[in-house]
Every structure is written in C-alpha cells, then in structure tokens.
C-alpha cells in the first residue's frame, strides 16, 4: 500500500509539472499570437493596393498577355501547403493536409512544401516534392514568400504544372481556423467593378509593362500574406490546445488527488485493523 501511495505521488507530481509547462507554452502563444495579428493586419493594406491596381488593369487589359495568366488544361496540379514547423498545436496541421490528401485524385500533385511538419510527412509518403522551405520560423517575411513565389512562377511557366492553388489554415479568430485552398496560378485577375462616372487612369510607360511587373508582385503579396496569416492561426491552435491541455493536466490531478486520498484512507483503516486486532490477541 505504501509503494502505491507513492506512485501516486510521484504521478501527482508528474501532472502538476506538466500543467506548469502548457501554462506556460499557452502565455508564449498568447503574446506571438498577438504579433503575428499585428503583421497580418500590416500586411493585408499592401495585398489591397495591389489587387486595386490589378483590378484597374484587368478593366481596359483584354487585349494583354502574359504567362502568368494563361490558362491551359490542369494535367498535372501543384499545391503550396503551409504548415507549422512544430507540433502542439492540435488540428492545425492535419486540416490542411486532409484538404490536400482530399484533392488528390484530380490529378497528378507536386508539392511545395512550406514548414517542416508538412514537409516531413510528404517524405515519409514520397509524395513528388518540388521545392521545400524549412524551417519558416515565427515571422516569415517577405523574402520568403519571394522565394516560394519563384519557385511556384518557374514551375508554371515551364510547364512543369498546368495550376498552382495556395492551401494554408486561414485565422478567422483568435480561437479559430479553417483550412482554405486559393487558386495562385494562373493569375486571376479579380473583378473590376463598373461605374458610370469612373475615369481610367494611365499607366506609365505601359500596361503591359505595368503588368509584367505588377503580377510577380501579386503573387507573392499573396503567399506572404498567406504566410502571415497561417502564422497567426498556427500560434492560436496551440494557444487552445495548450489551454485544453491545462484543463486536462487540471482534472487529472482532482481525480489523482481522490485516488491519494482513499489509498491513504485505505492504509489508516488497515494499519488501525492491525492494531485492534494485536490488542484483542493479547487478551
């Protein structure tokens, strides 16, 4: 009975560590979390400015051309996936590559693995890899998002595939994320919405200059912008799963404390058993 009173303890004590450690993890997620909000809300003015400008070119462009968006068939289909380069973050890894595994069979897939979790698990399937970058630390900034950009444009244009999506866990709040797939290439140019009294403005030296230049631009405004904003959703999973964990750690140890209390009750009740018993022999 002593020796099982002692692993309790031992257990007890194994618990309350580990509710010290999620504690912890879930204040460090809390505050990056509260960064990475900020870099996306900076971020997302520059993804507007240049969709306005794509928007004003698409309205009088229907006579330009450019790689970049010329459909063709989709025989063979890339994805750039962003996931986290560790775990603990509860489903924030798995929703995204369920998306992906769900898409498989429209196609050939190539990868662009971003973040090491994803990365490792496309190994270990030997899924055909195309470029990776690992690790993407806390704040992924905008020479990365440059970087997968060109390796994203150079597969395109080569023919390597036919249609690049974006796929990342997009933060819709402080507690929640949804997986999203986002078509990158061939670029789409959004609607241009019509007005009576709108003037066309001039592009200098010219739009198909303007174009060639503005649309590289484009798709890395919005990689990067991806990037930020799964970086937010990366750190508010684990905040709730850190928090959940807490909680857990917290009714084990109730529960355990219980177990300590009758094992002990137990042992009193026993010892003082023996006792009455020795006291009624000697009579």
């Given at each position: ?19 010290k ?28 400015a ?12 229907s ?30 890894n ?35 890899i ?25 597969a ?25 797939t986002?078509r990158?290439l061939?670029?789409?140019p ?7 009294s ?21 798709v ?19 905040m ?44």
């Amino acid at each position: 009975m002593a020796e099982n009173l002692k692993a309790i303890r031992r257990r007890i004590k194994s618990v309350e560590s580990t509710r010290k450690m999620t504690q912890a993890m879930k204040l460090v997620s809390a505050a990056k979390l509260r960064r990475a909000q900020e870099r996306a809300s900076l971020a997302r003015p520059y993804a507007e400015a240049l969709k306005d400008v794509l928007e004003e070119l698409a309205k009088g462009a229907s006579g330009l051309g450019h790689p970049l968006l010329t459909e063709r068939p989709v025989k063979r289909r890339g994805y750039i996936v962003l996931t986290s380069d560790r775990g603990l973050c509860g489903p924030y890894n798995s929703g995204v590559l369920r998306l992906v595994e769900g898409q498989r069979q429209a196609g050939a897939v190539v990868m662009v693995a971003v973040g090491k979790k994803g990365r490792d698990i496309f190994r270990r399937r030997q899924d055909e890899i195309l470029a990776e970058f690992a690790p993407i630390g806390d704040n992924p900034d905008y020479l990365l998002a440059e970087a997968i950009g060109q390796a994203a444009s150079t597969a395109f244009l080569s023919g390597a595939v036919d249609q690049v999506d974006l796929v990342w866990s997009a933060s819709v709040s402080s507690v929640l994320s949804r997986p999203k797939t986002e078509r990158l290439l061939p670029v789409v140019p959004p609607a241009a919405e019509t007005a009576l009294s709108h003037v066309a403005p001039l592009f200098e030296p010219s739009e198909e200059r303007v174009l060639a230049g503005l649309l590289p631009a484009y798709v890395n405004g919005v990689i990067y912008s991806a990037l930020v904003d799964a970086k937010a959703a990366e750190h508010a999973a684990r905040m709730v799963a850190m928090d959940n964990a807490t909680r857990n750690a917290g009714d084990l140890i109730r529960s355990l404390v219980l177990v300590r209390n009758r094992a002990r009750q137990a042992a009193i009740t026993g010892e003082i058993a023996e006792i009455v018993g020795g006291a009624a022999a000697l009579v």
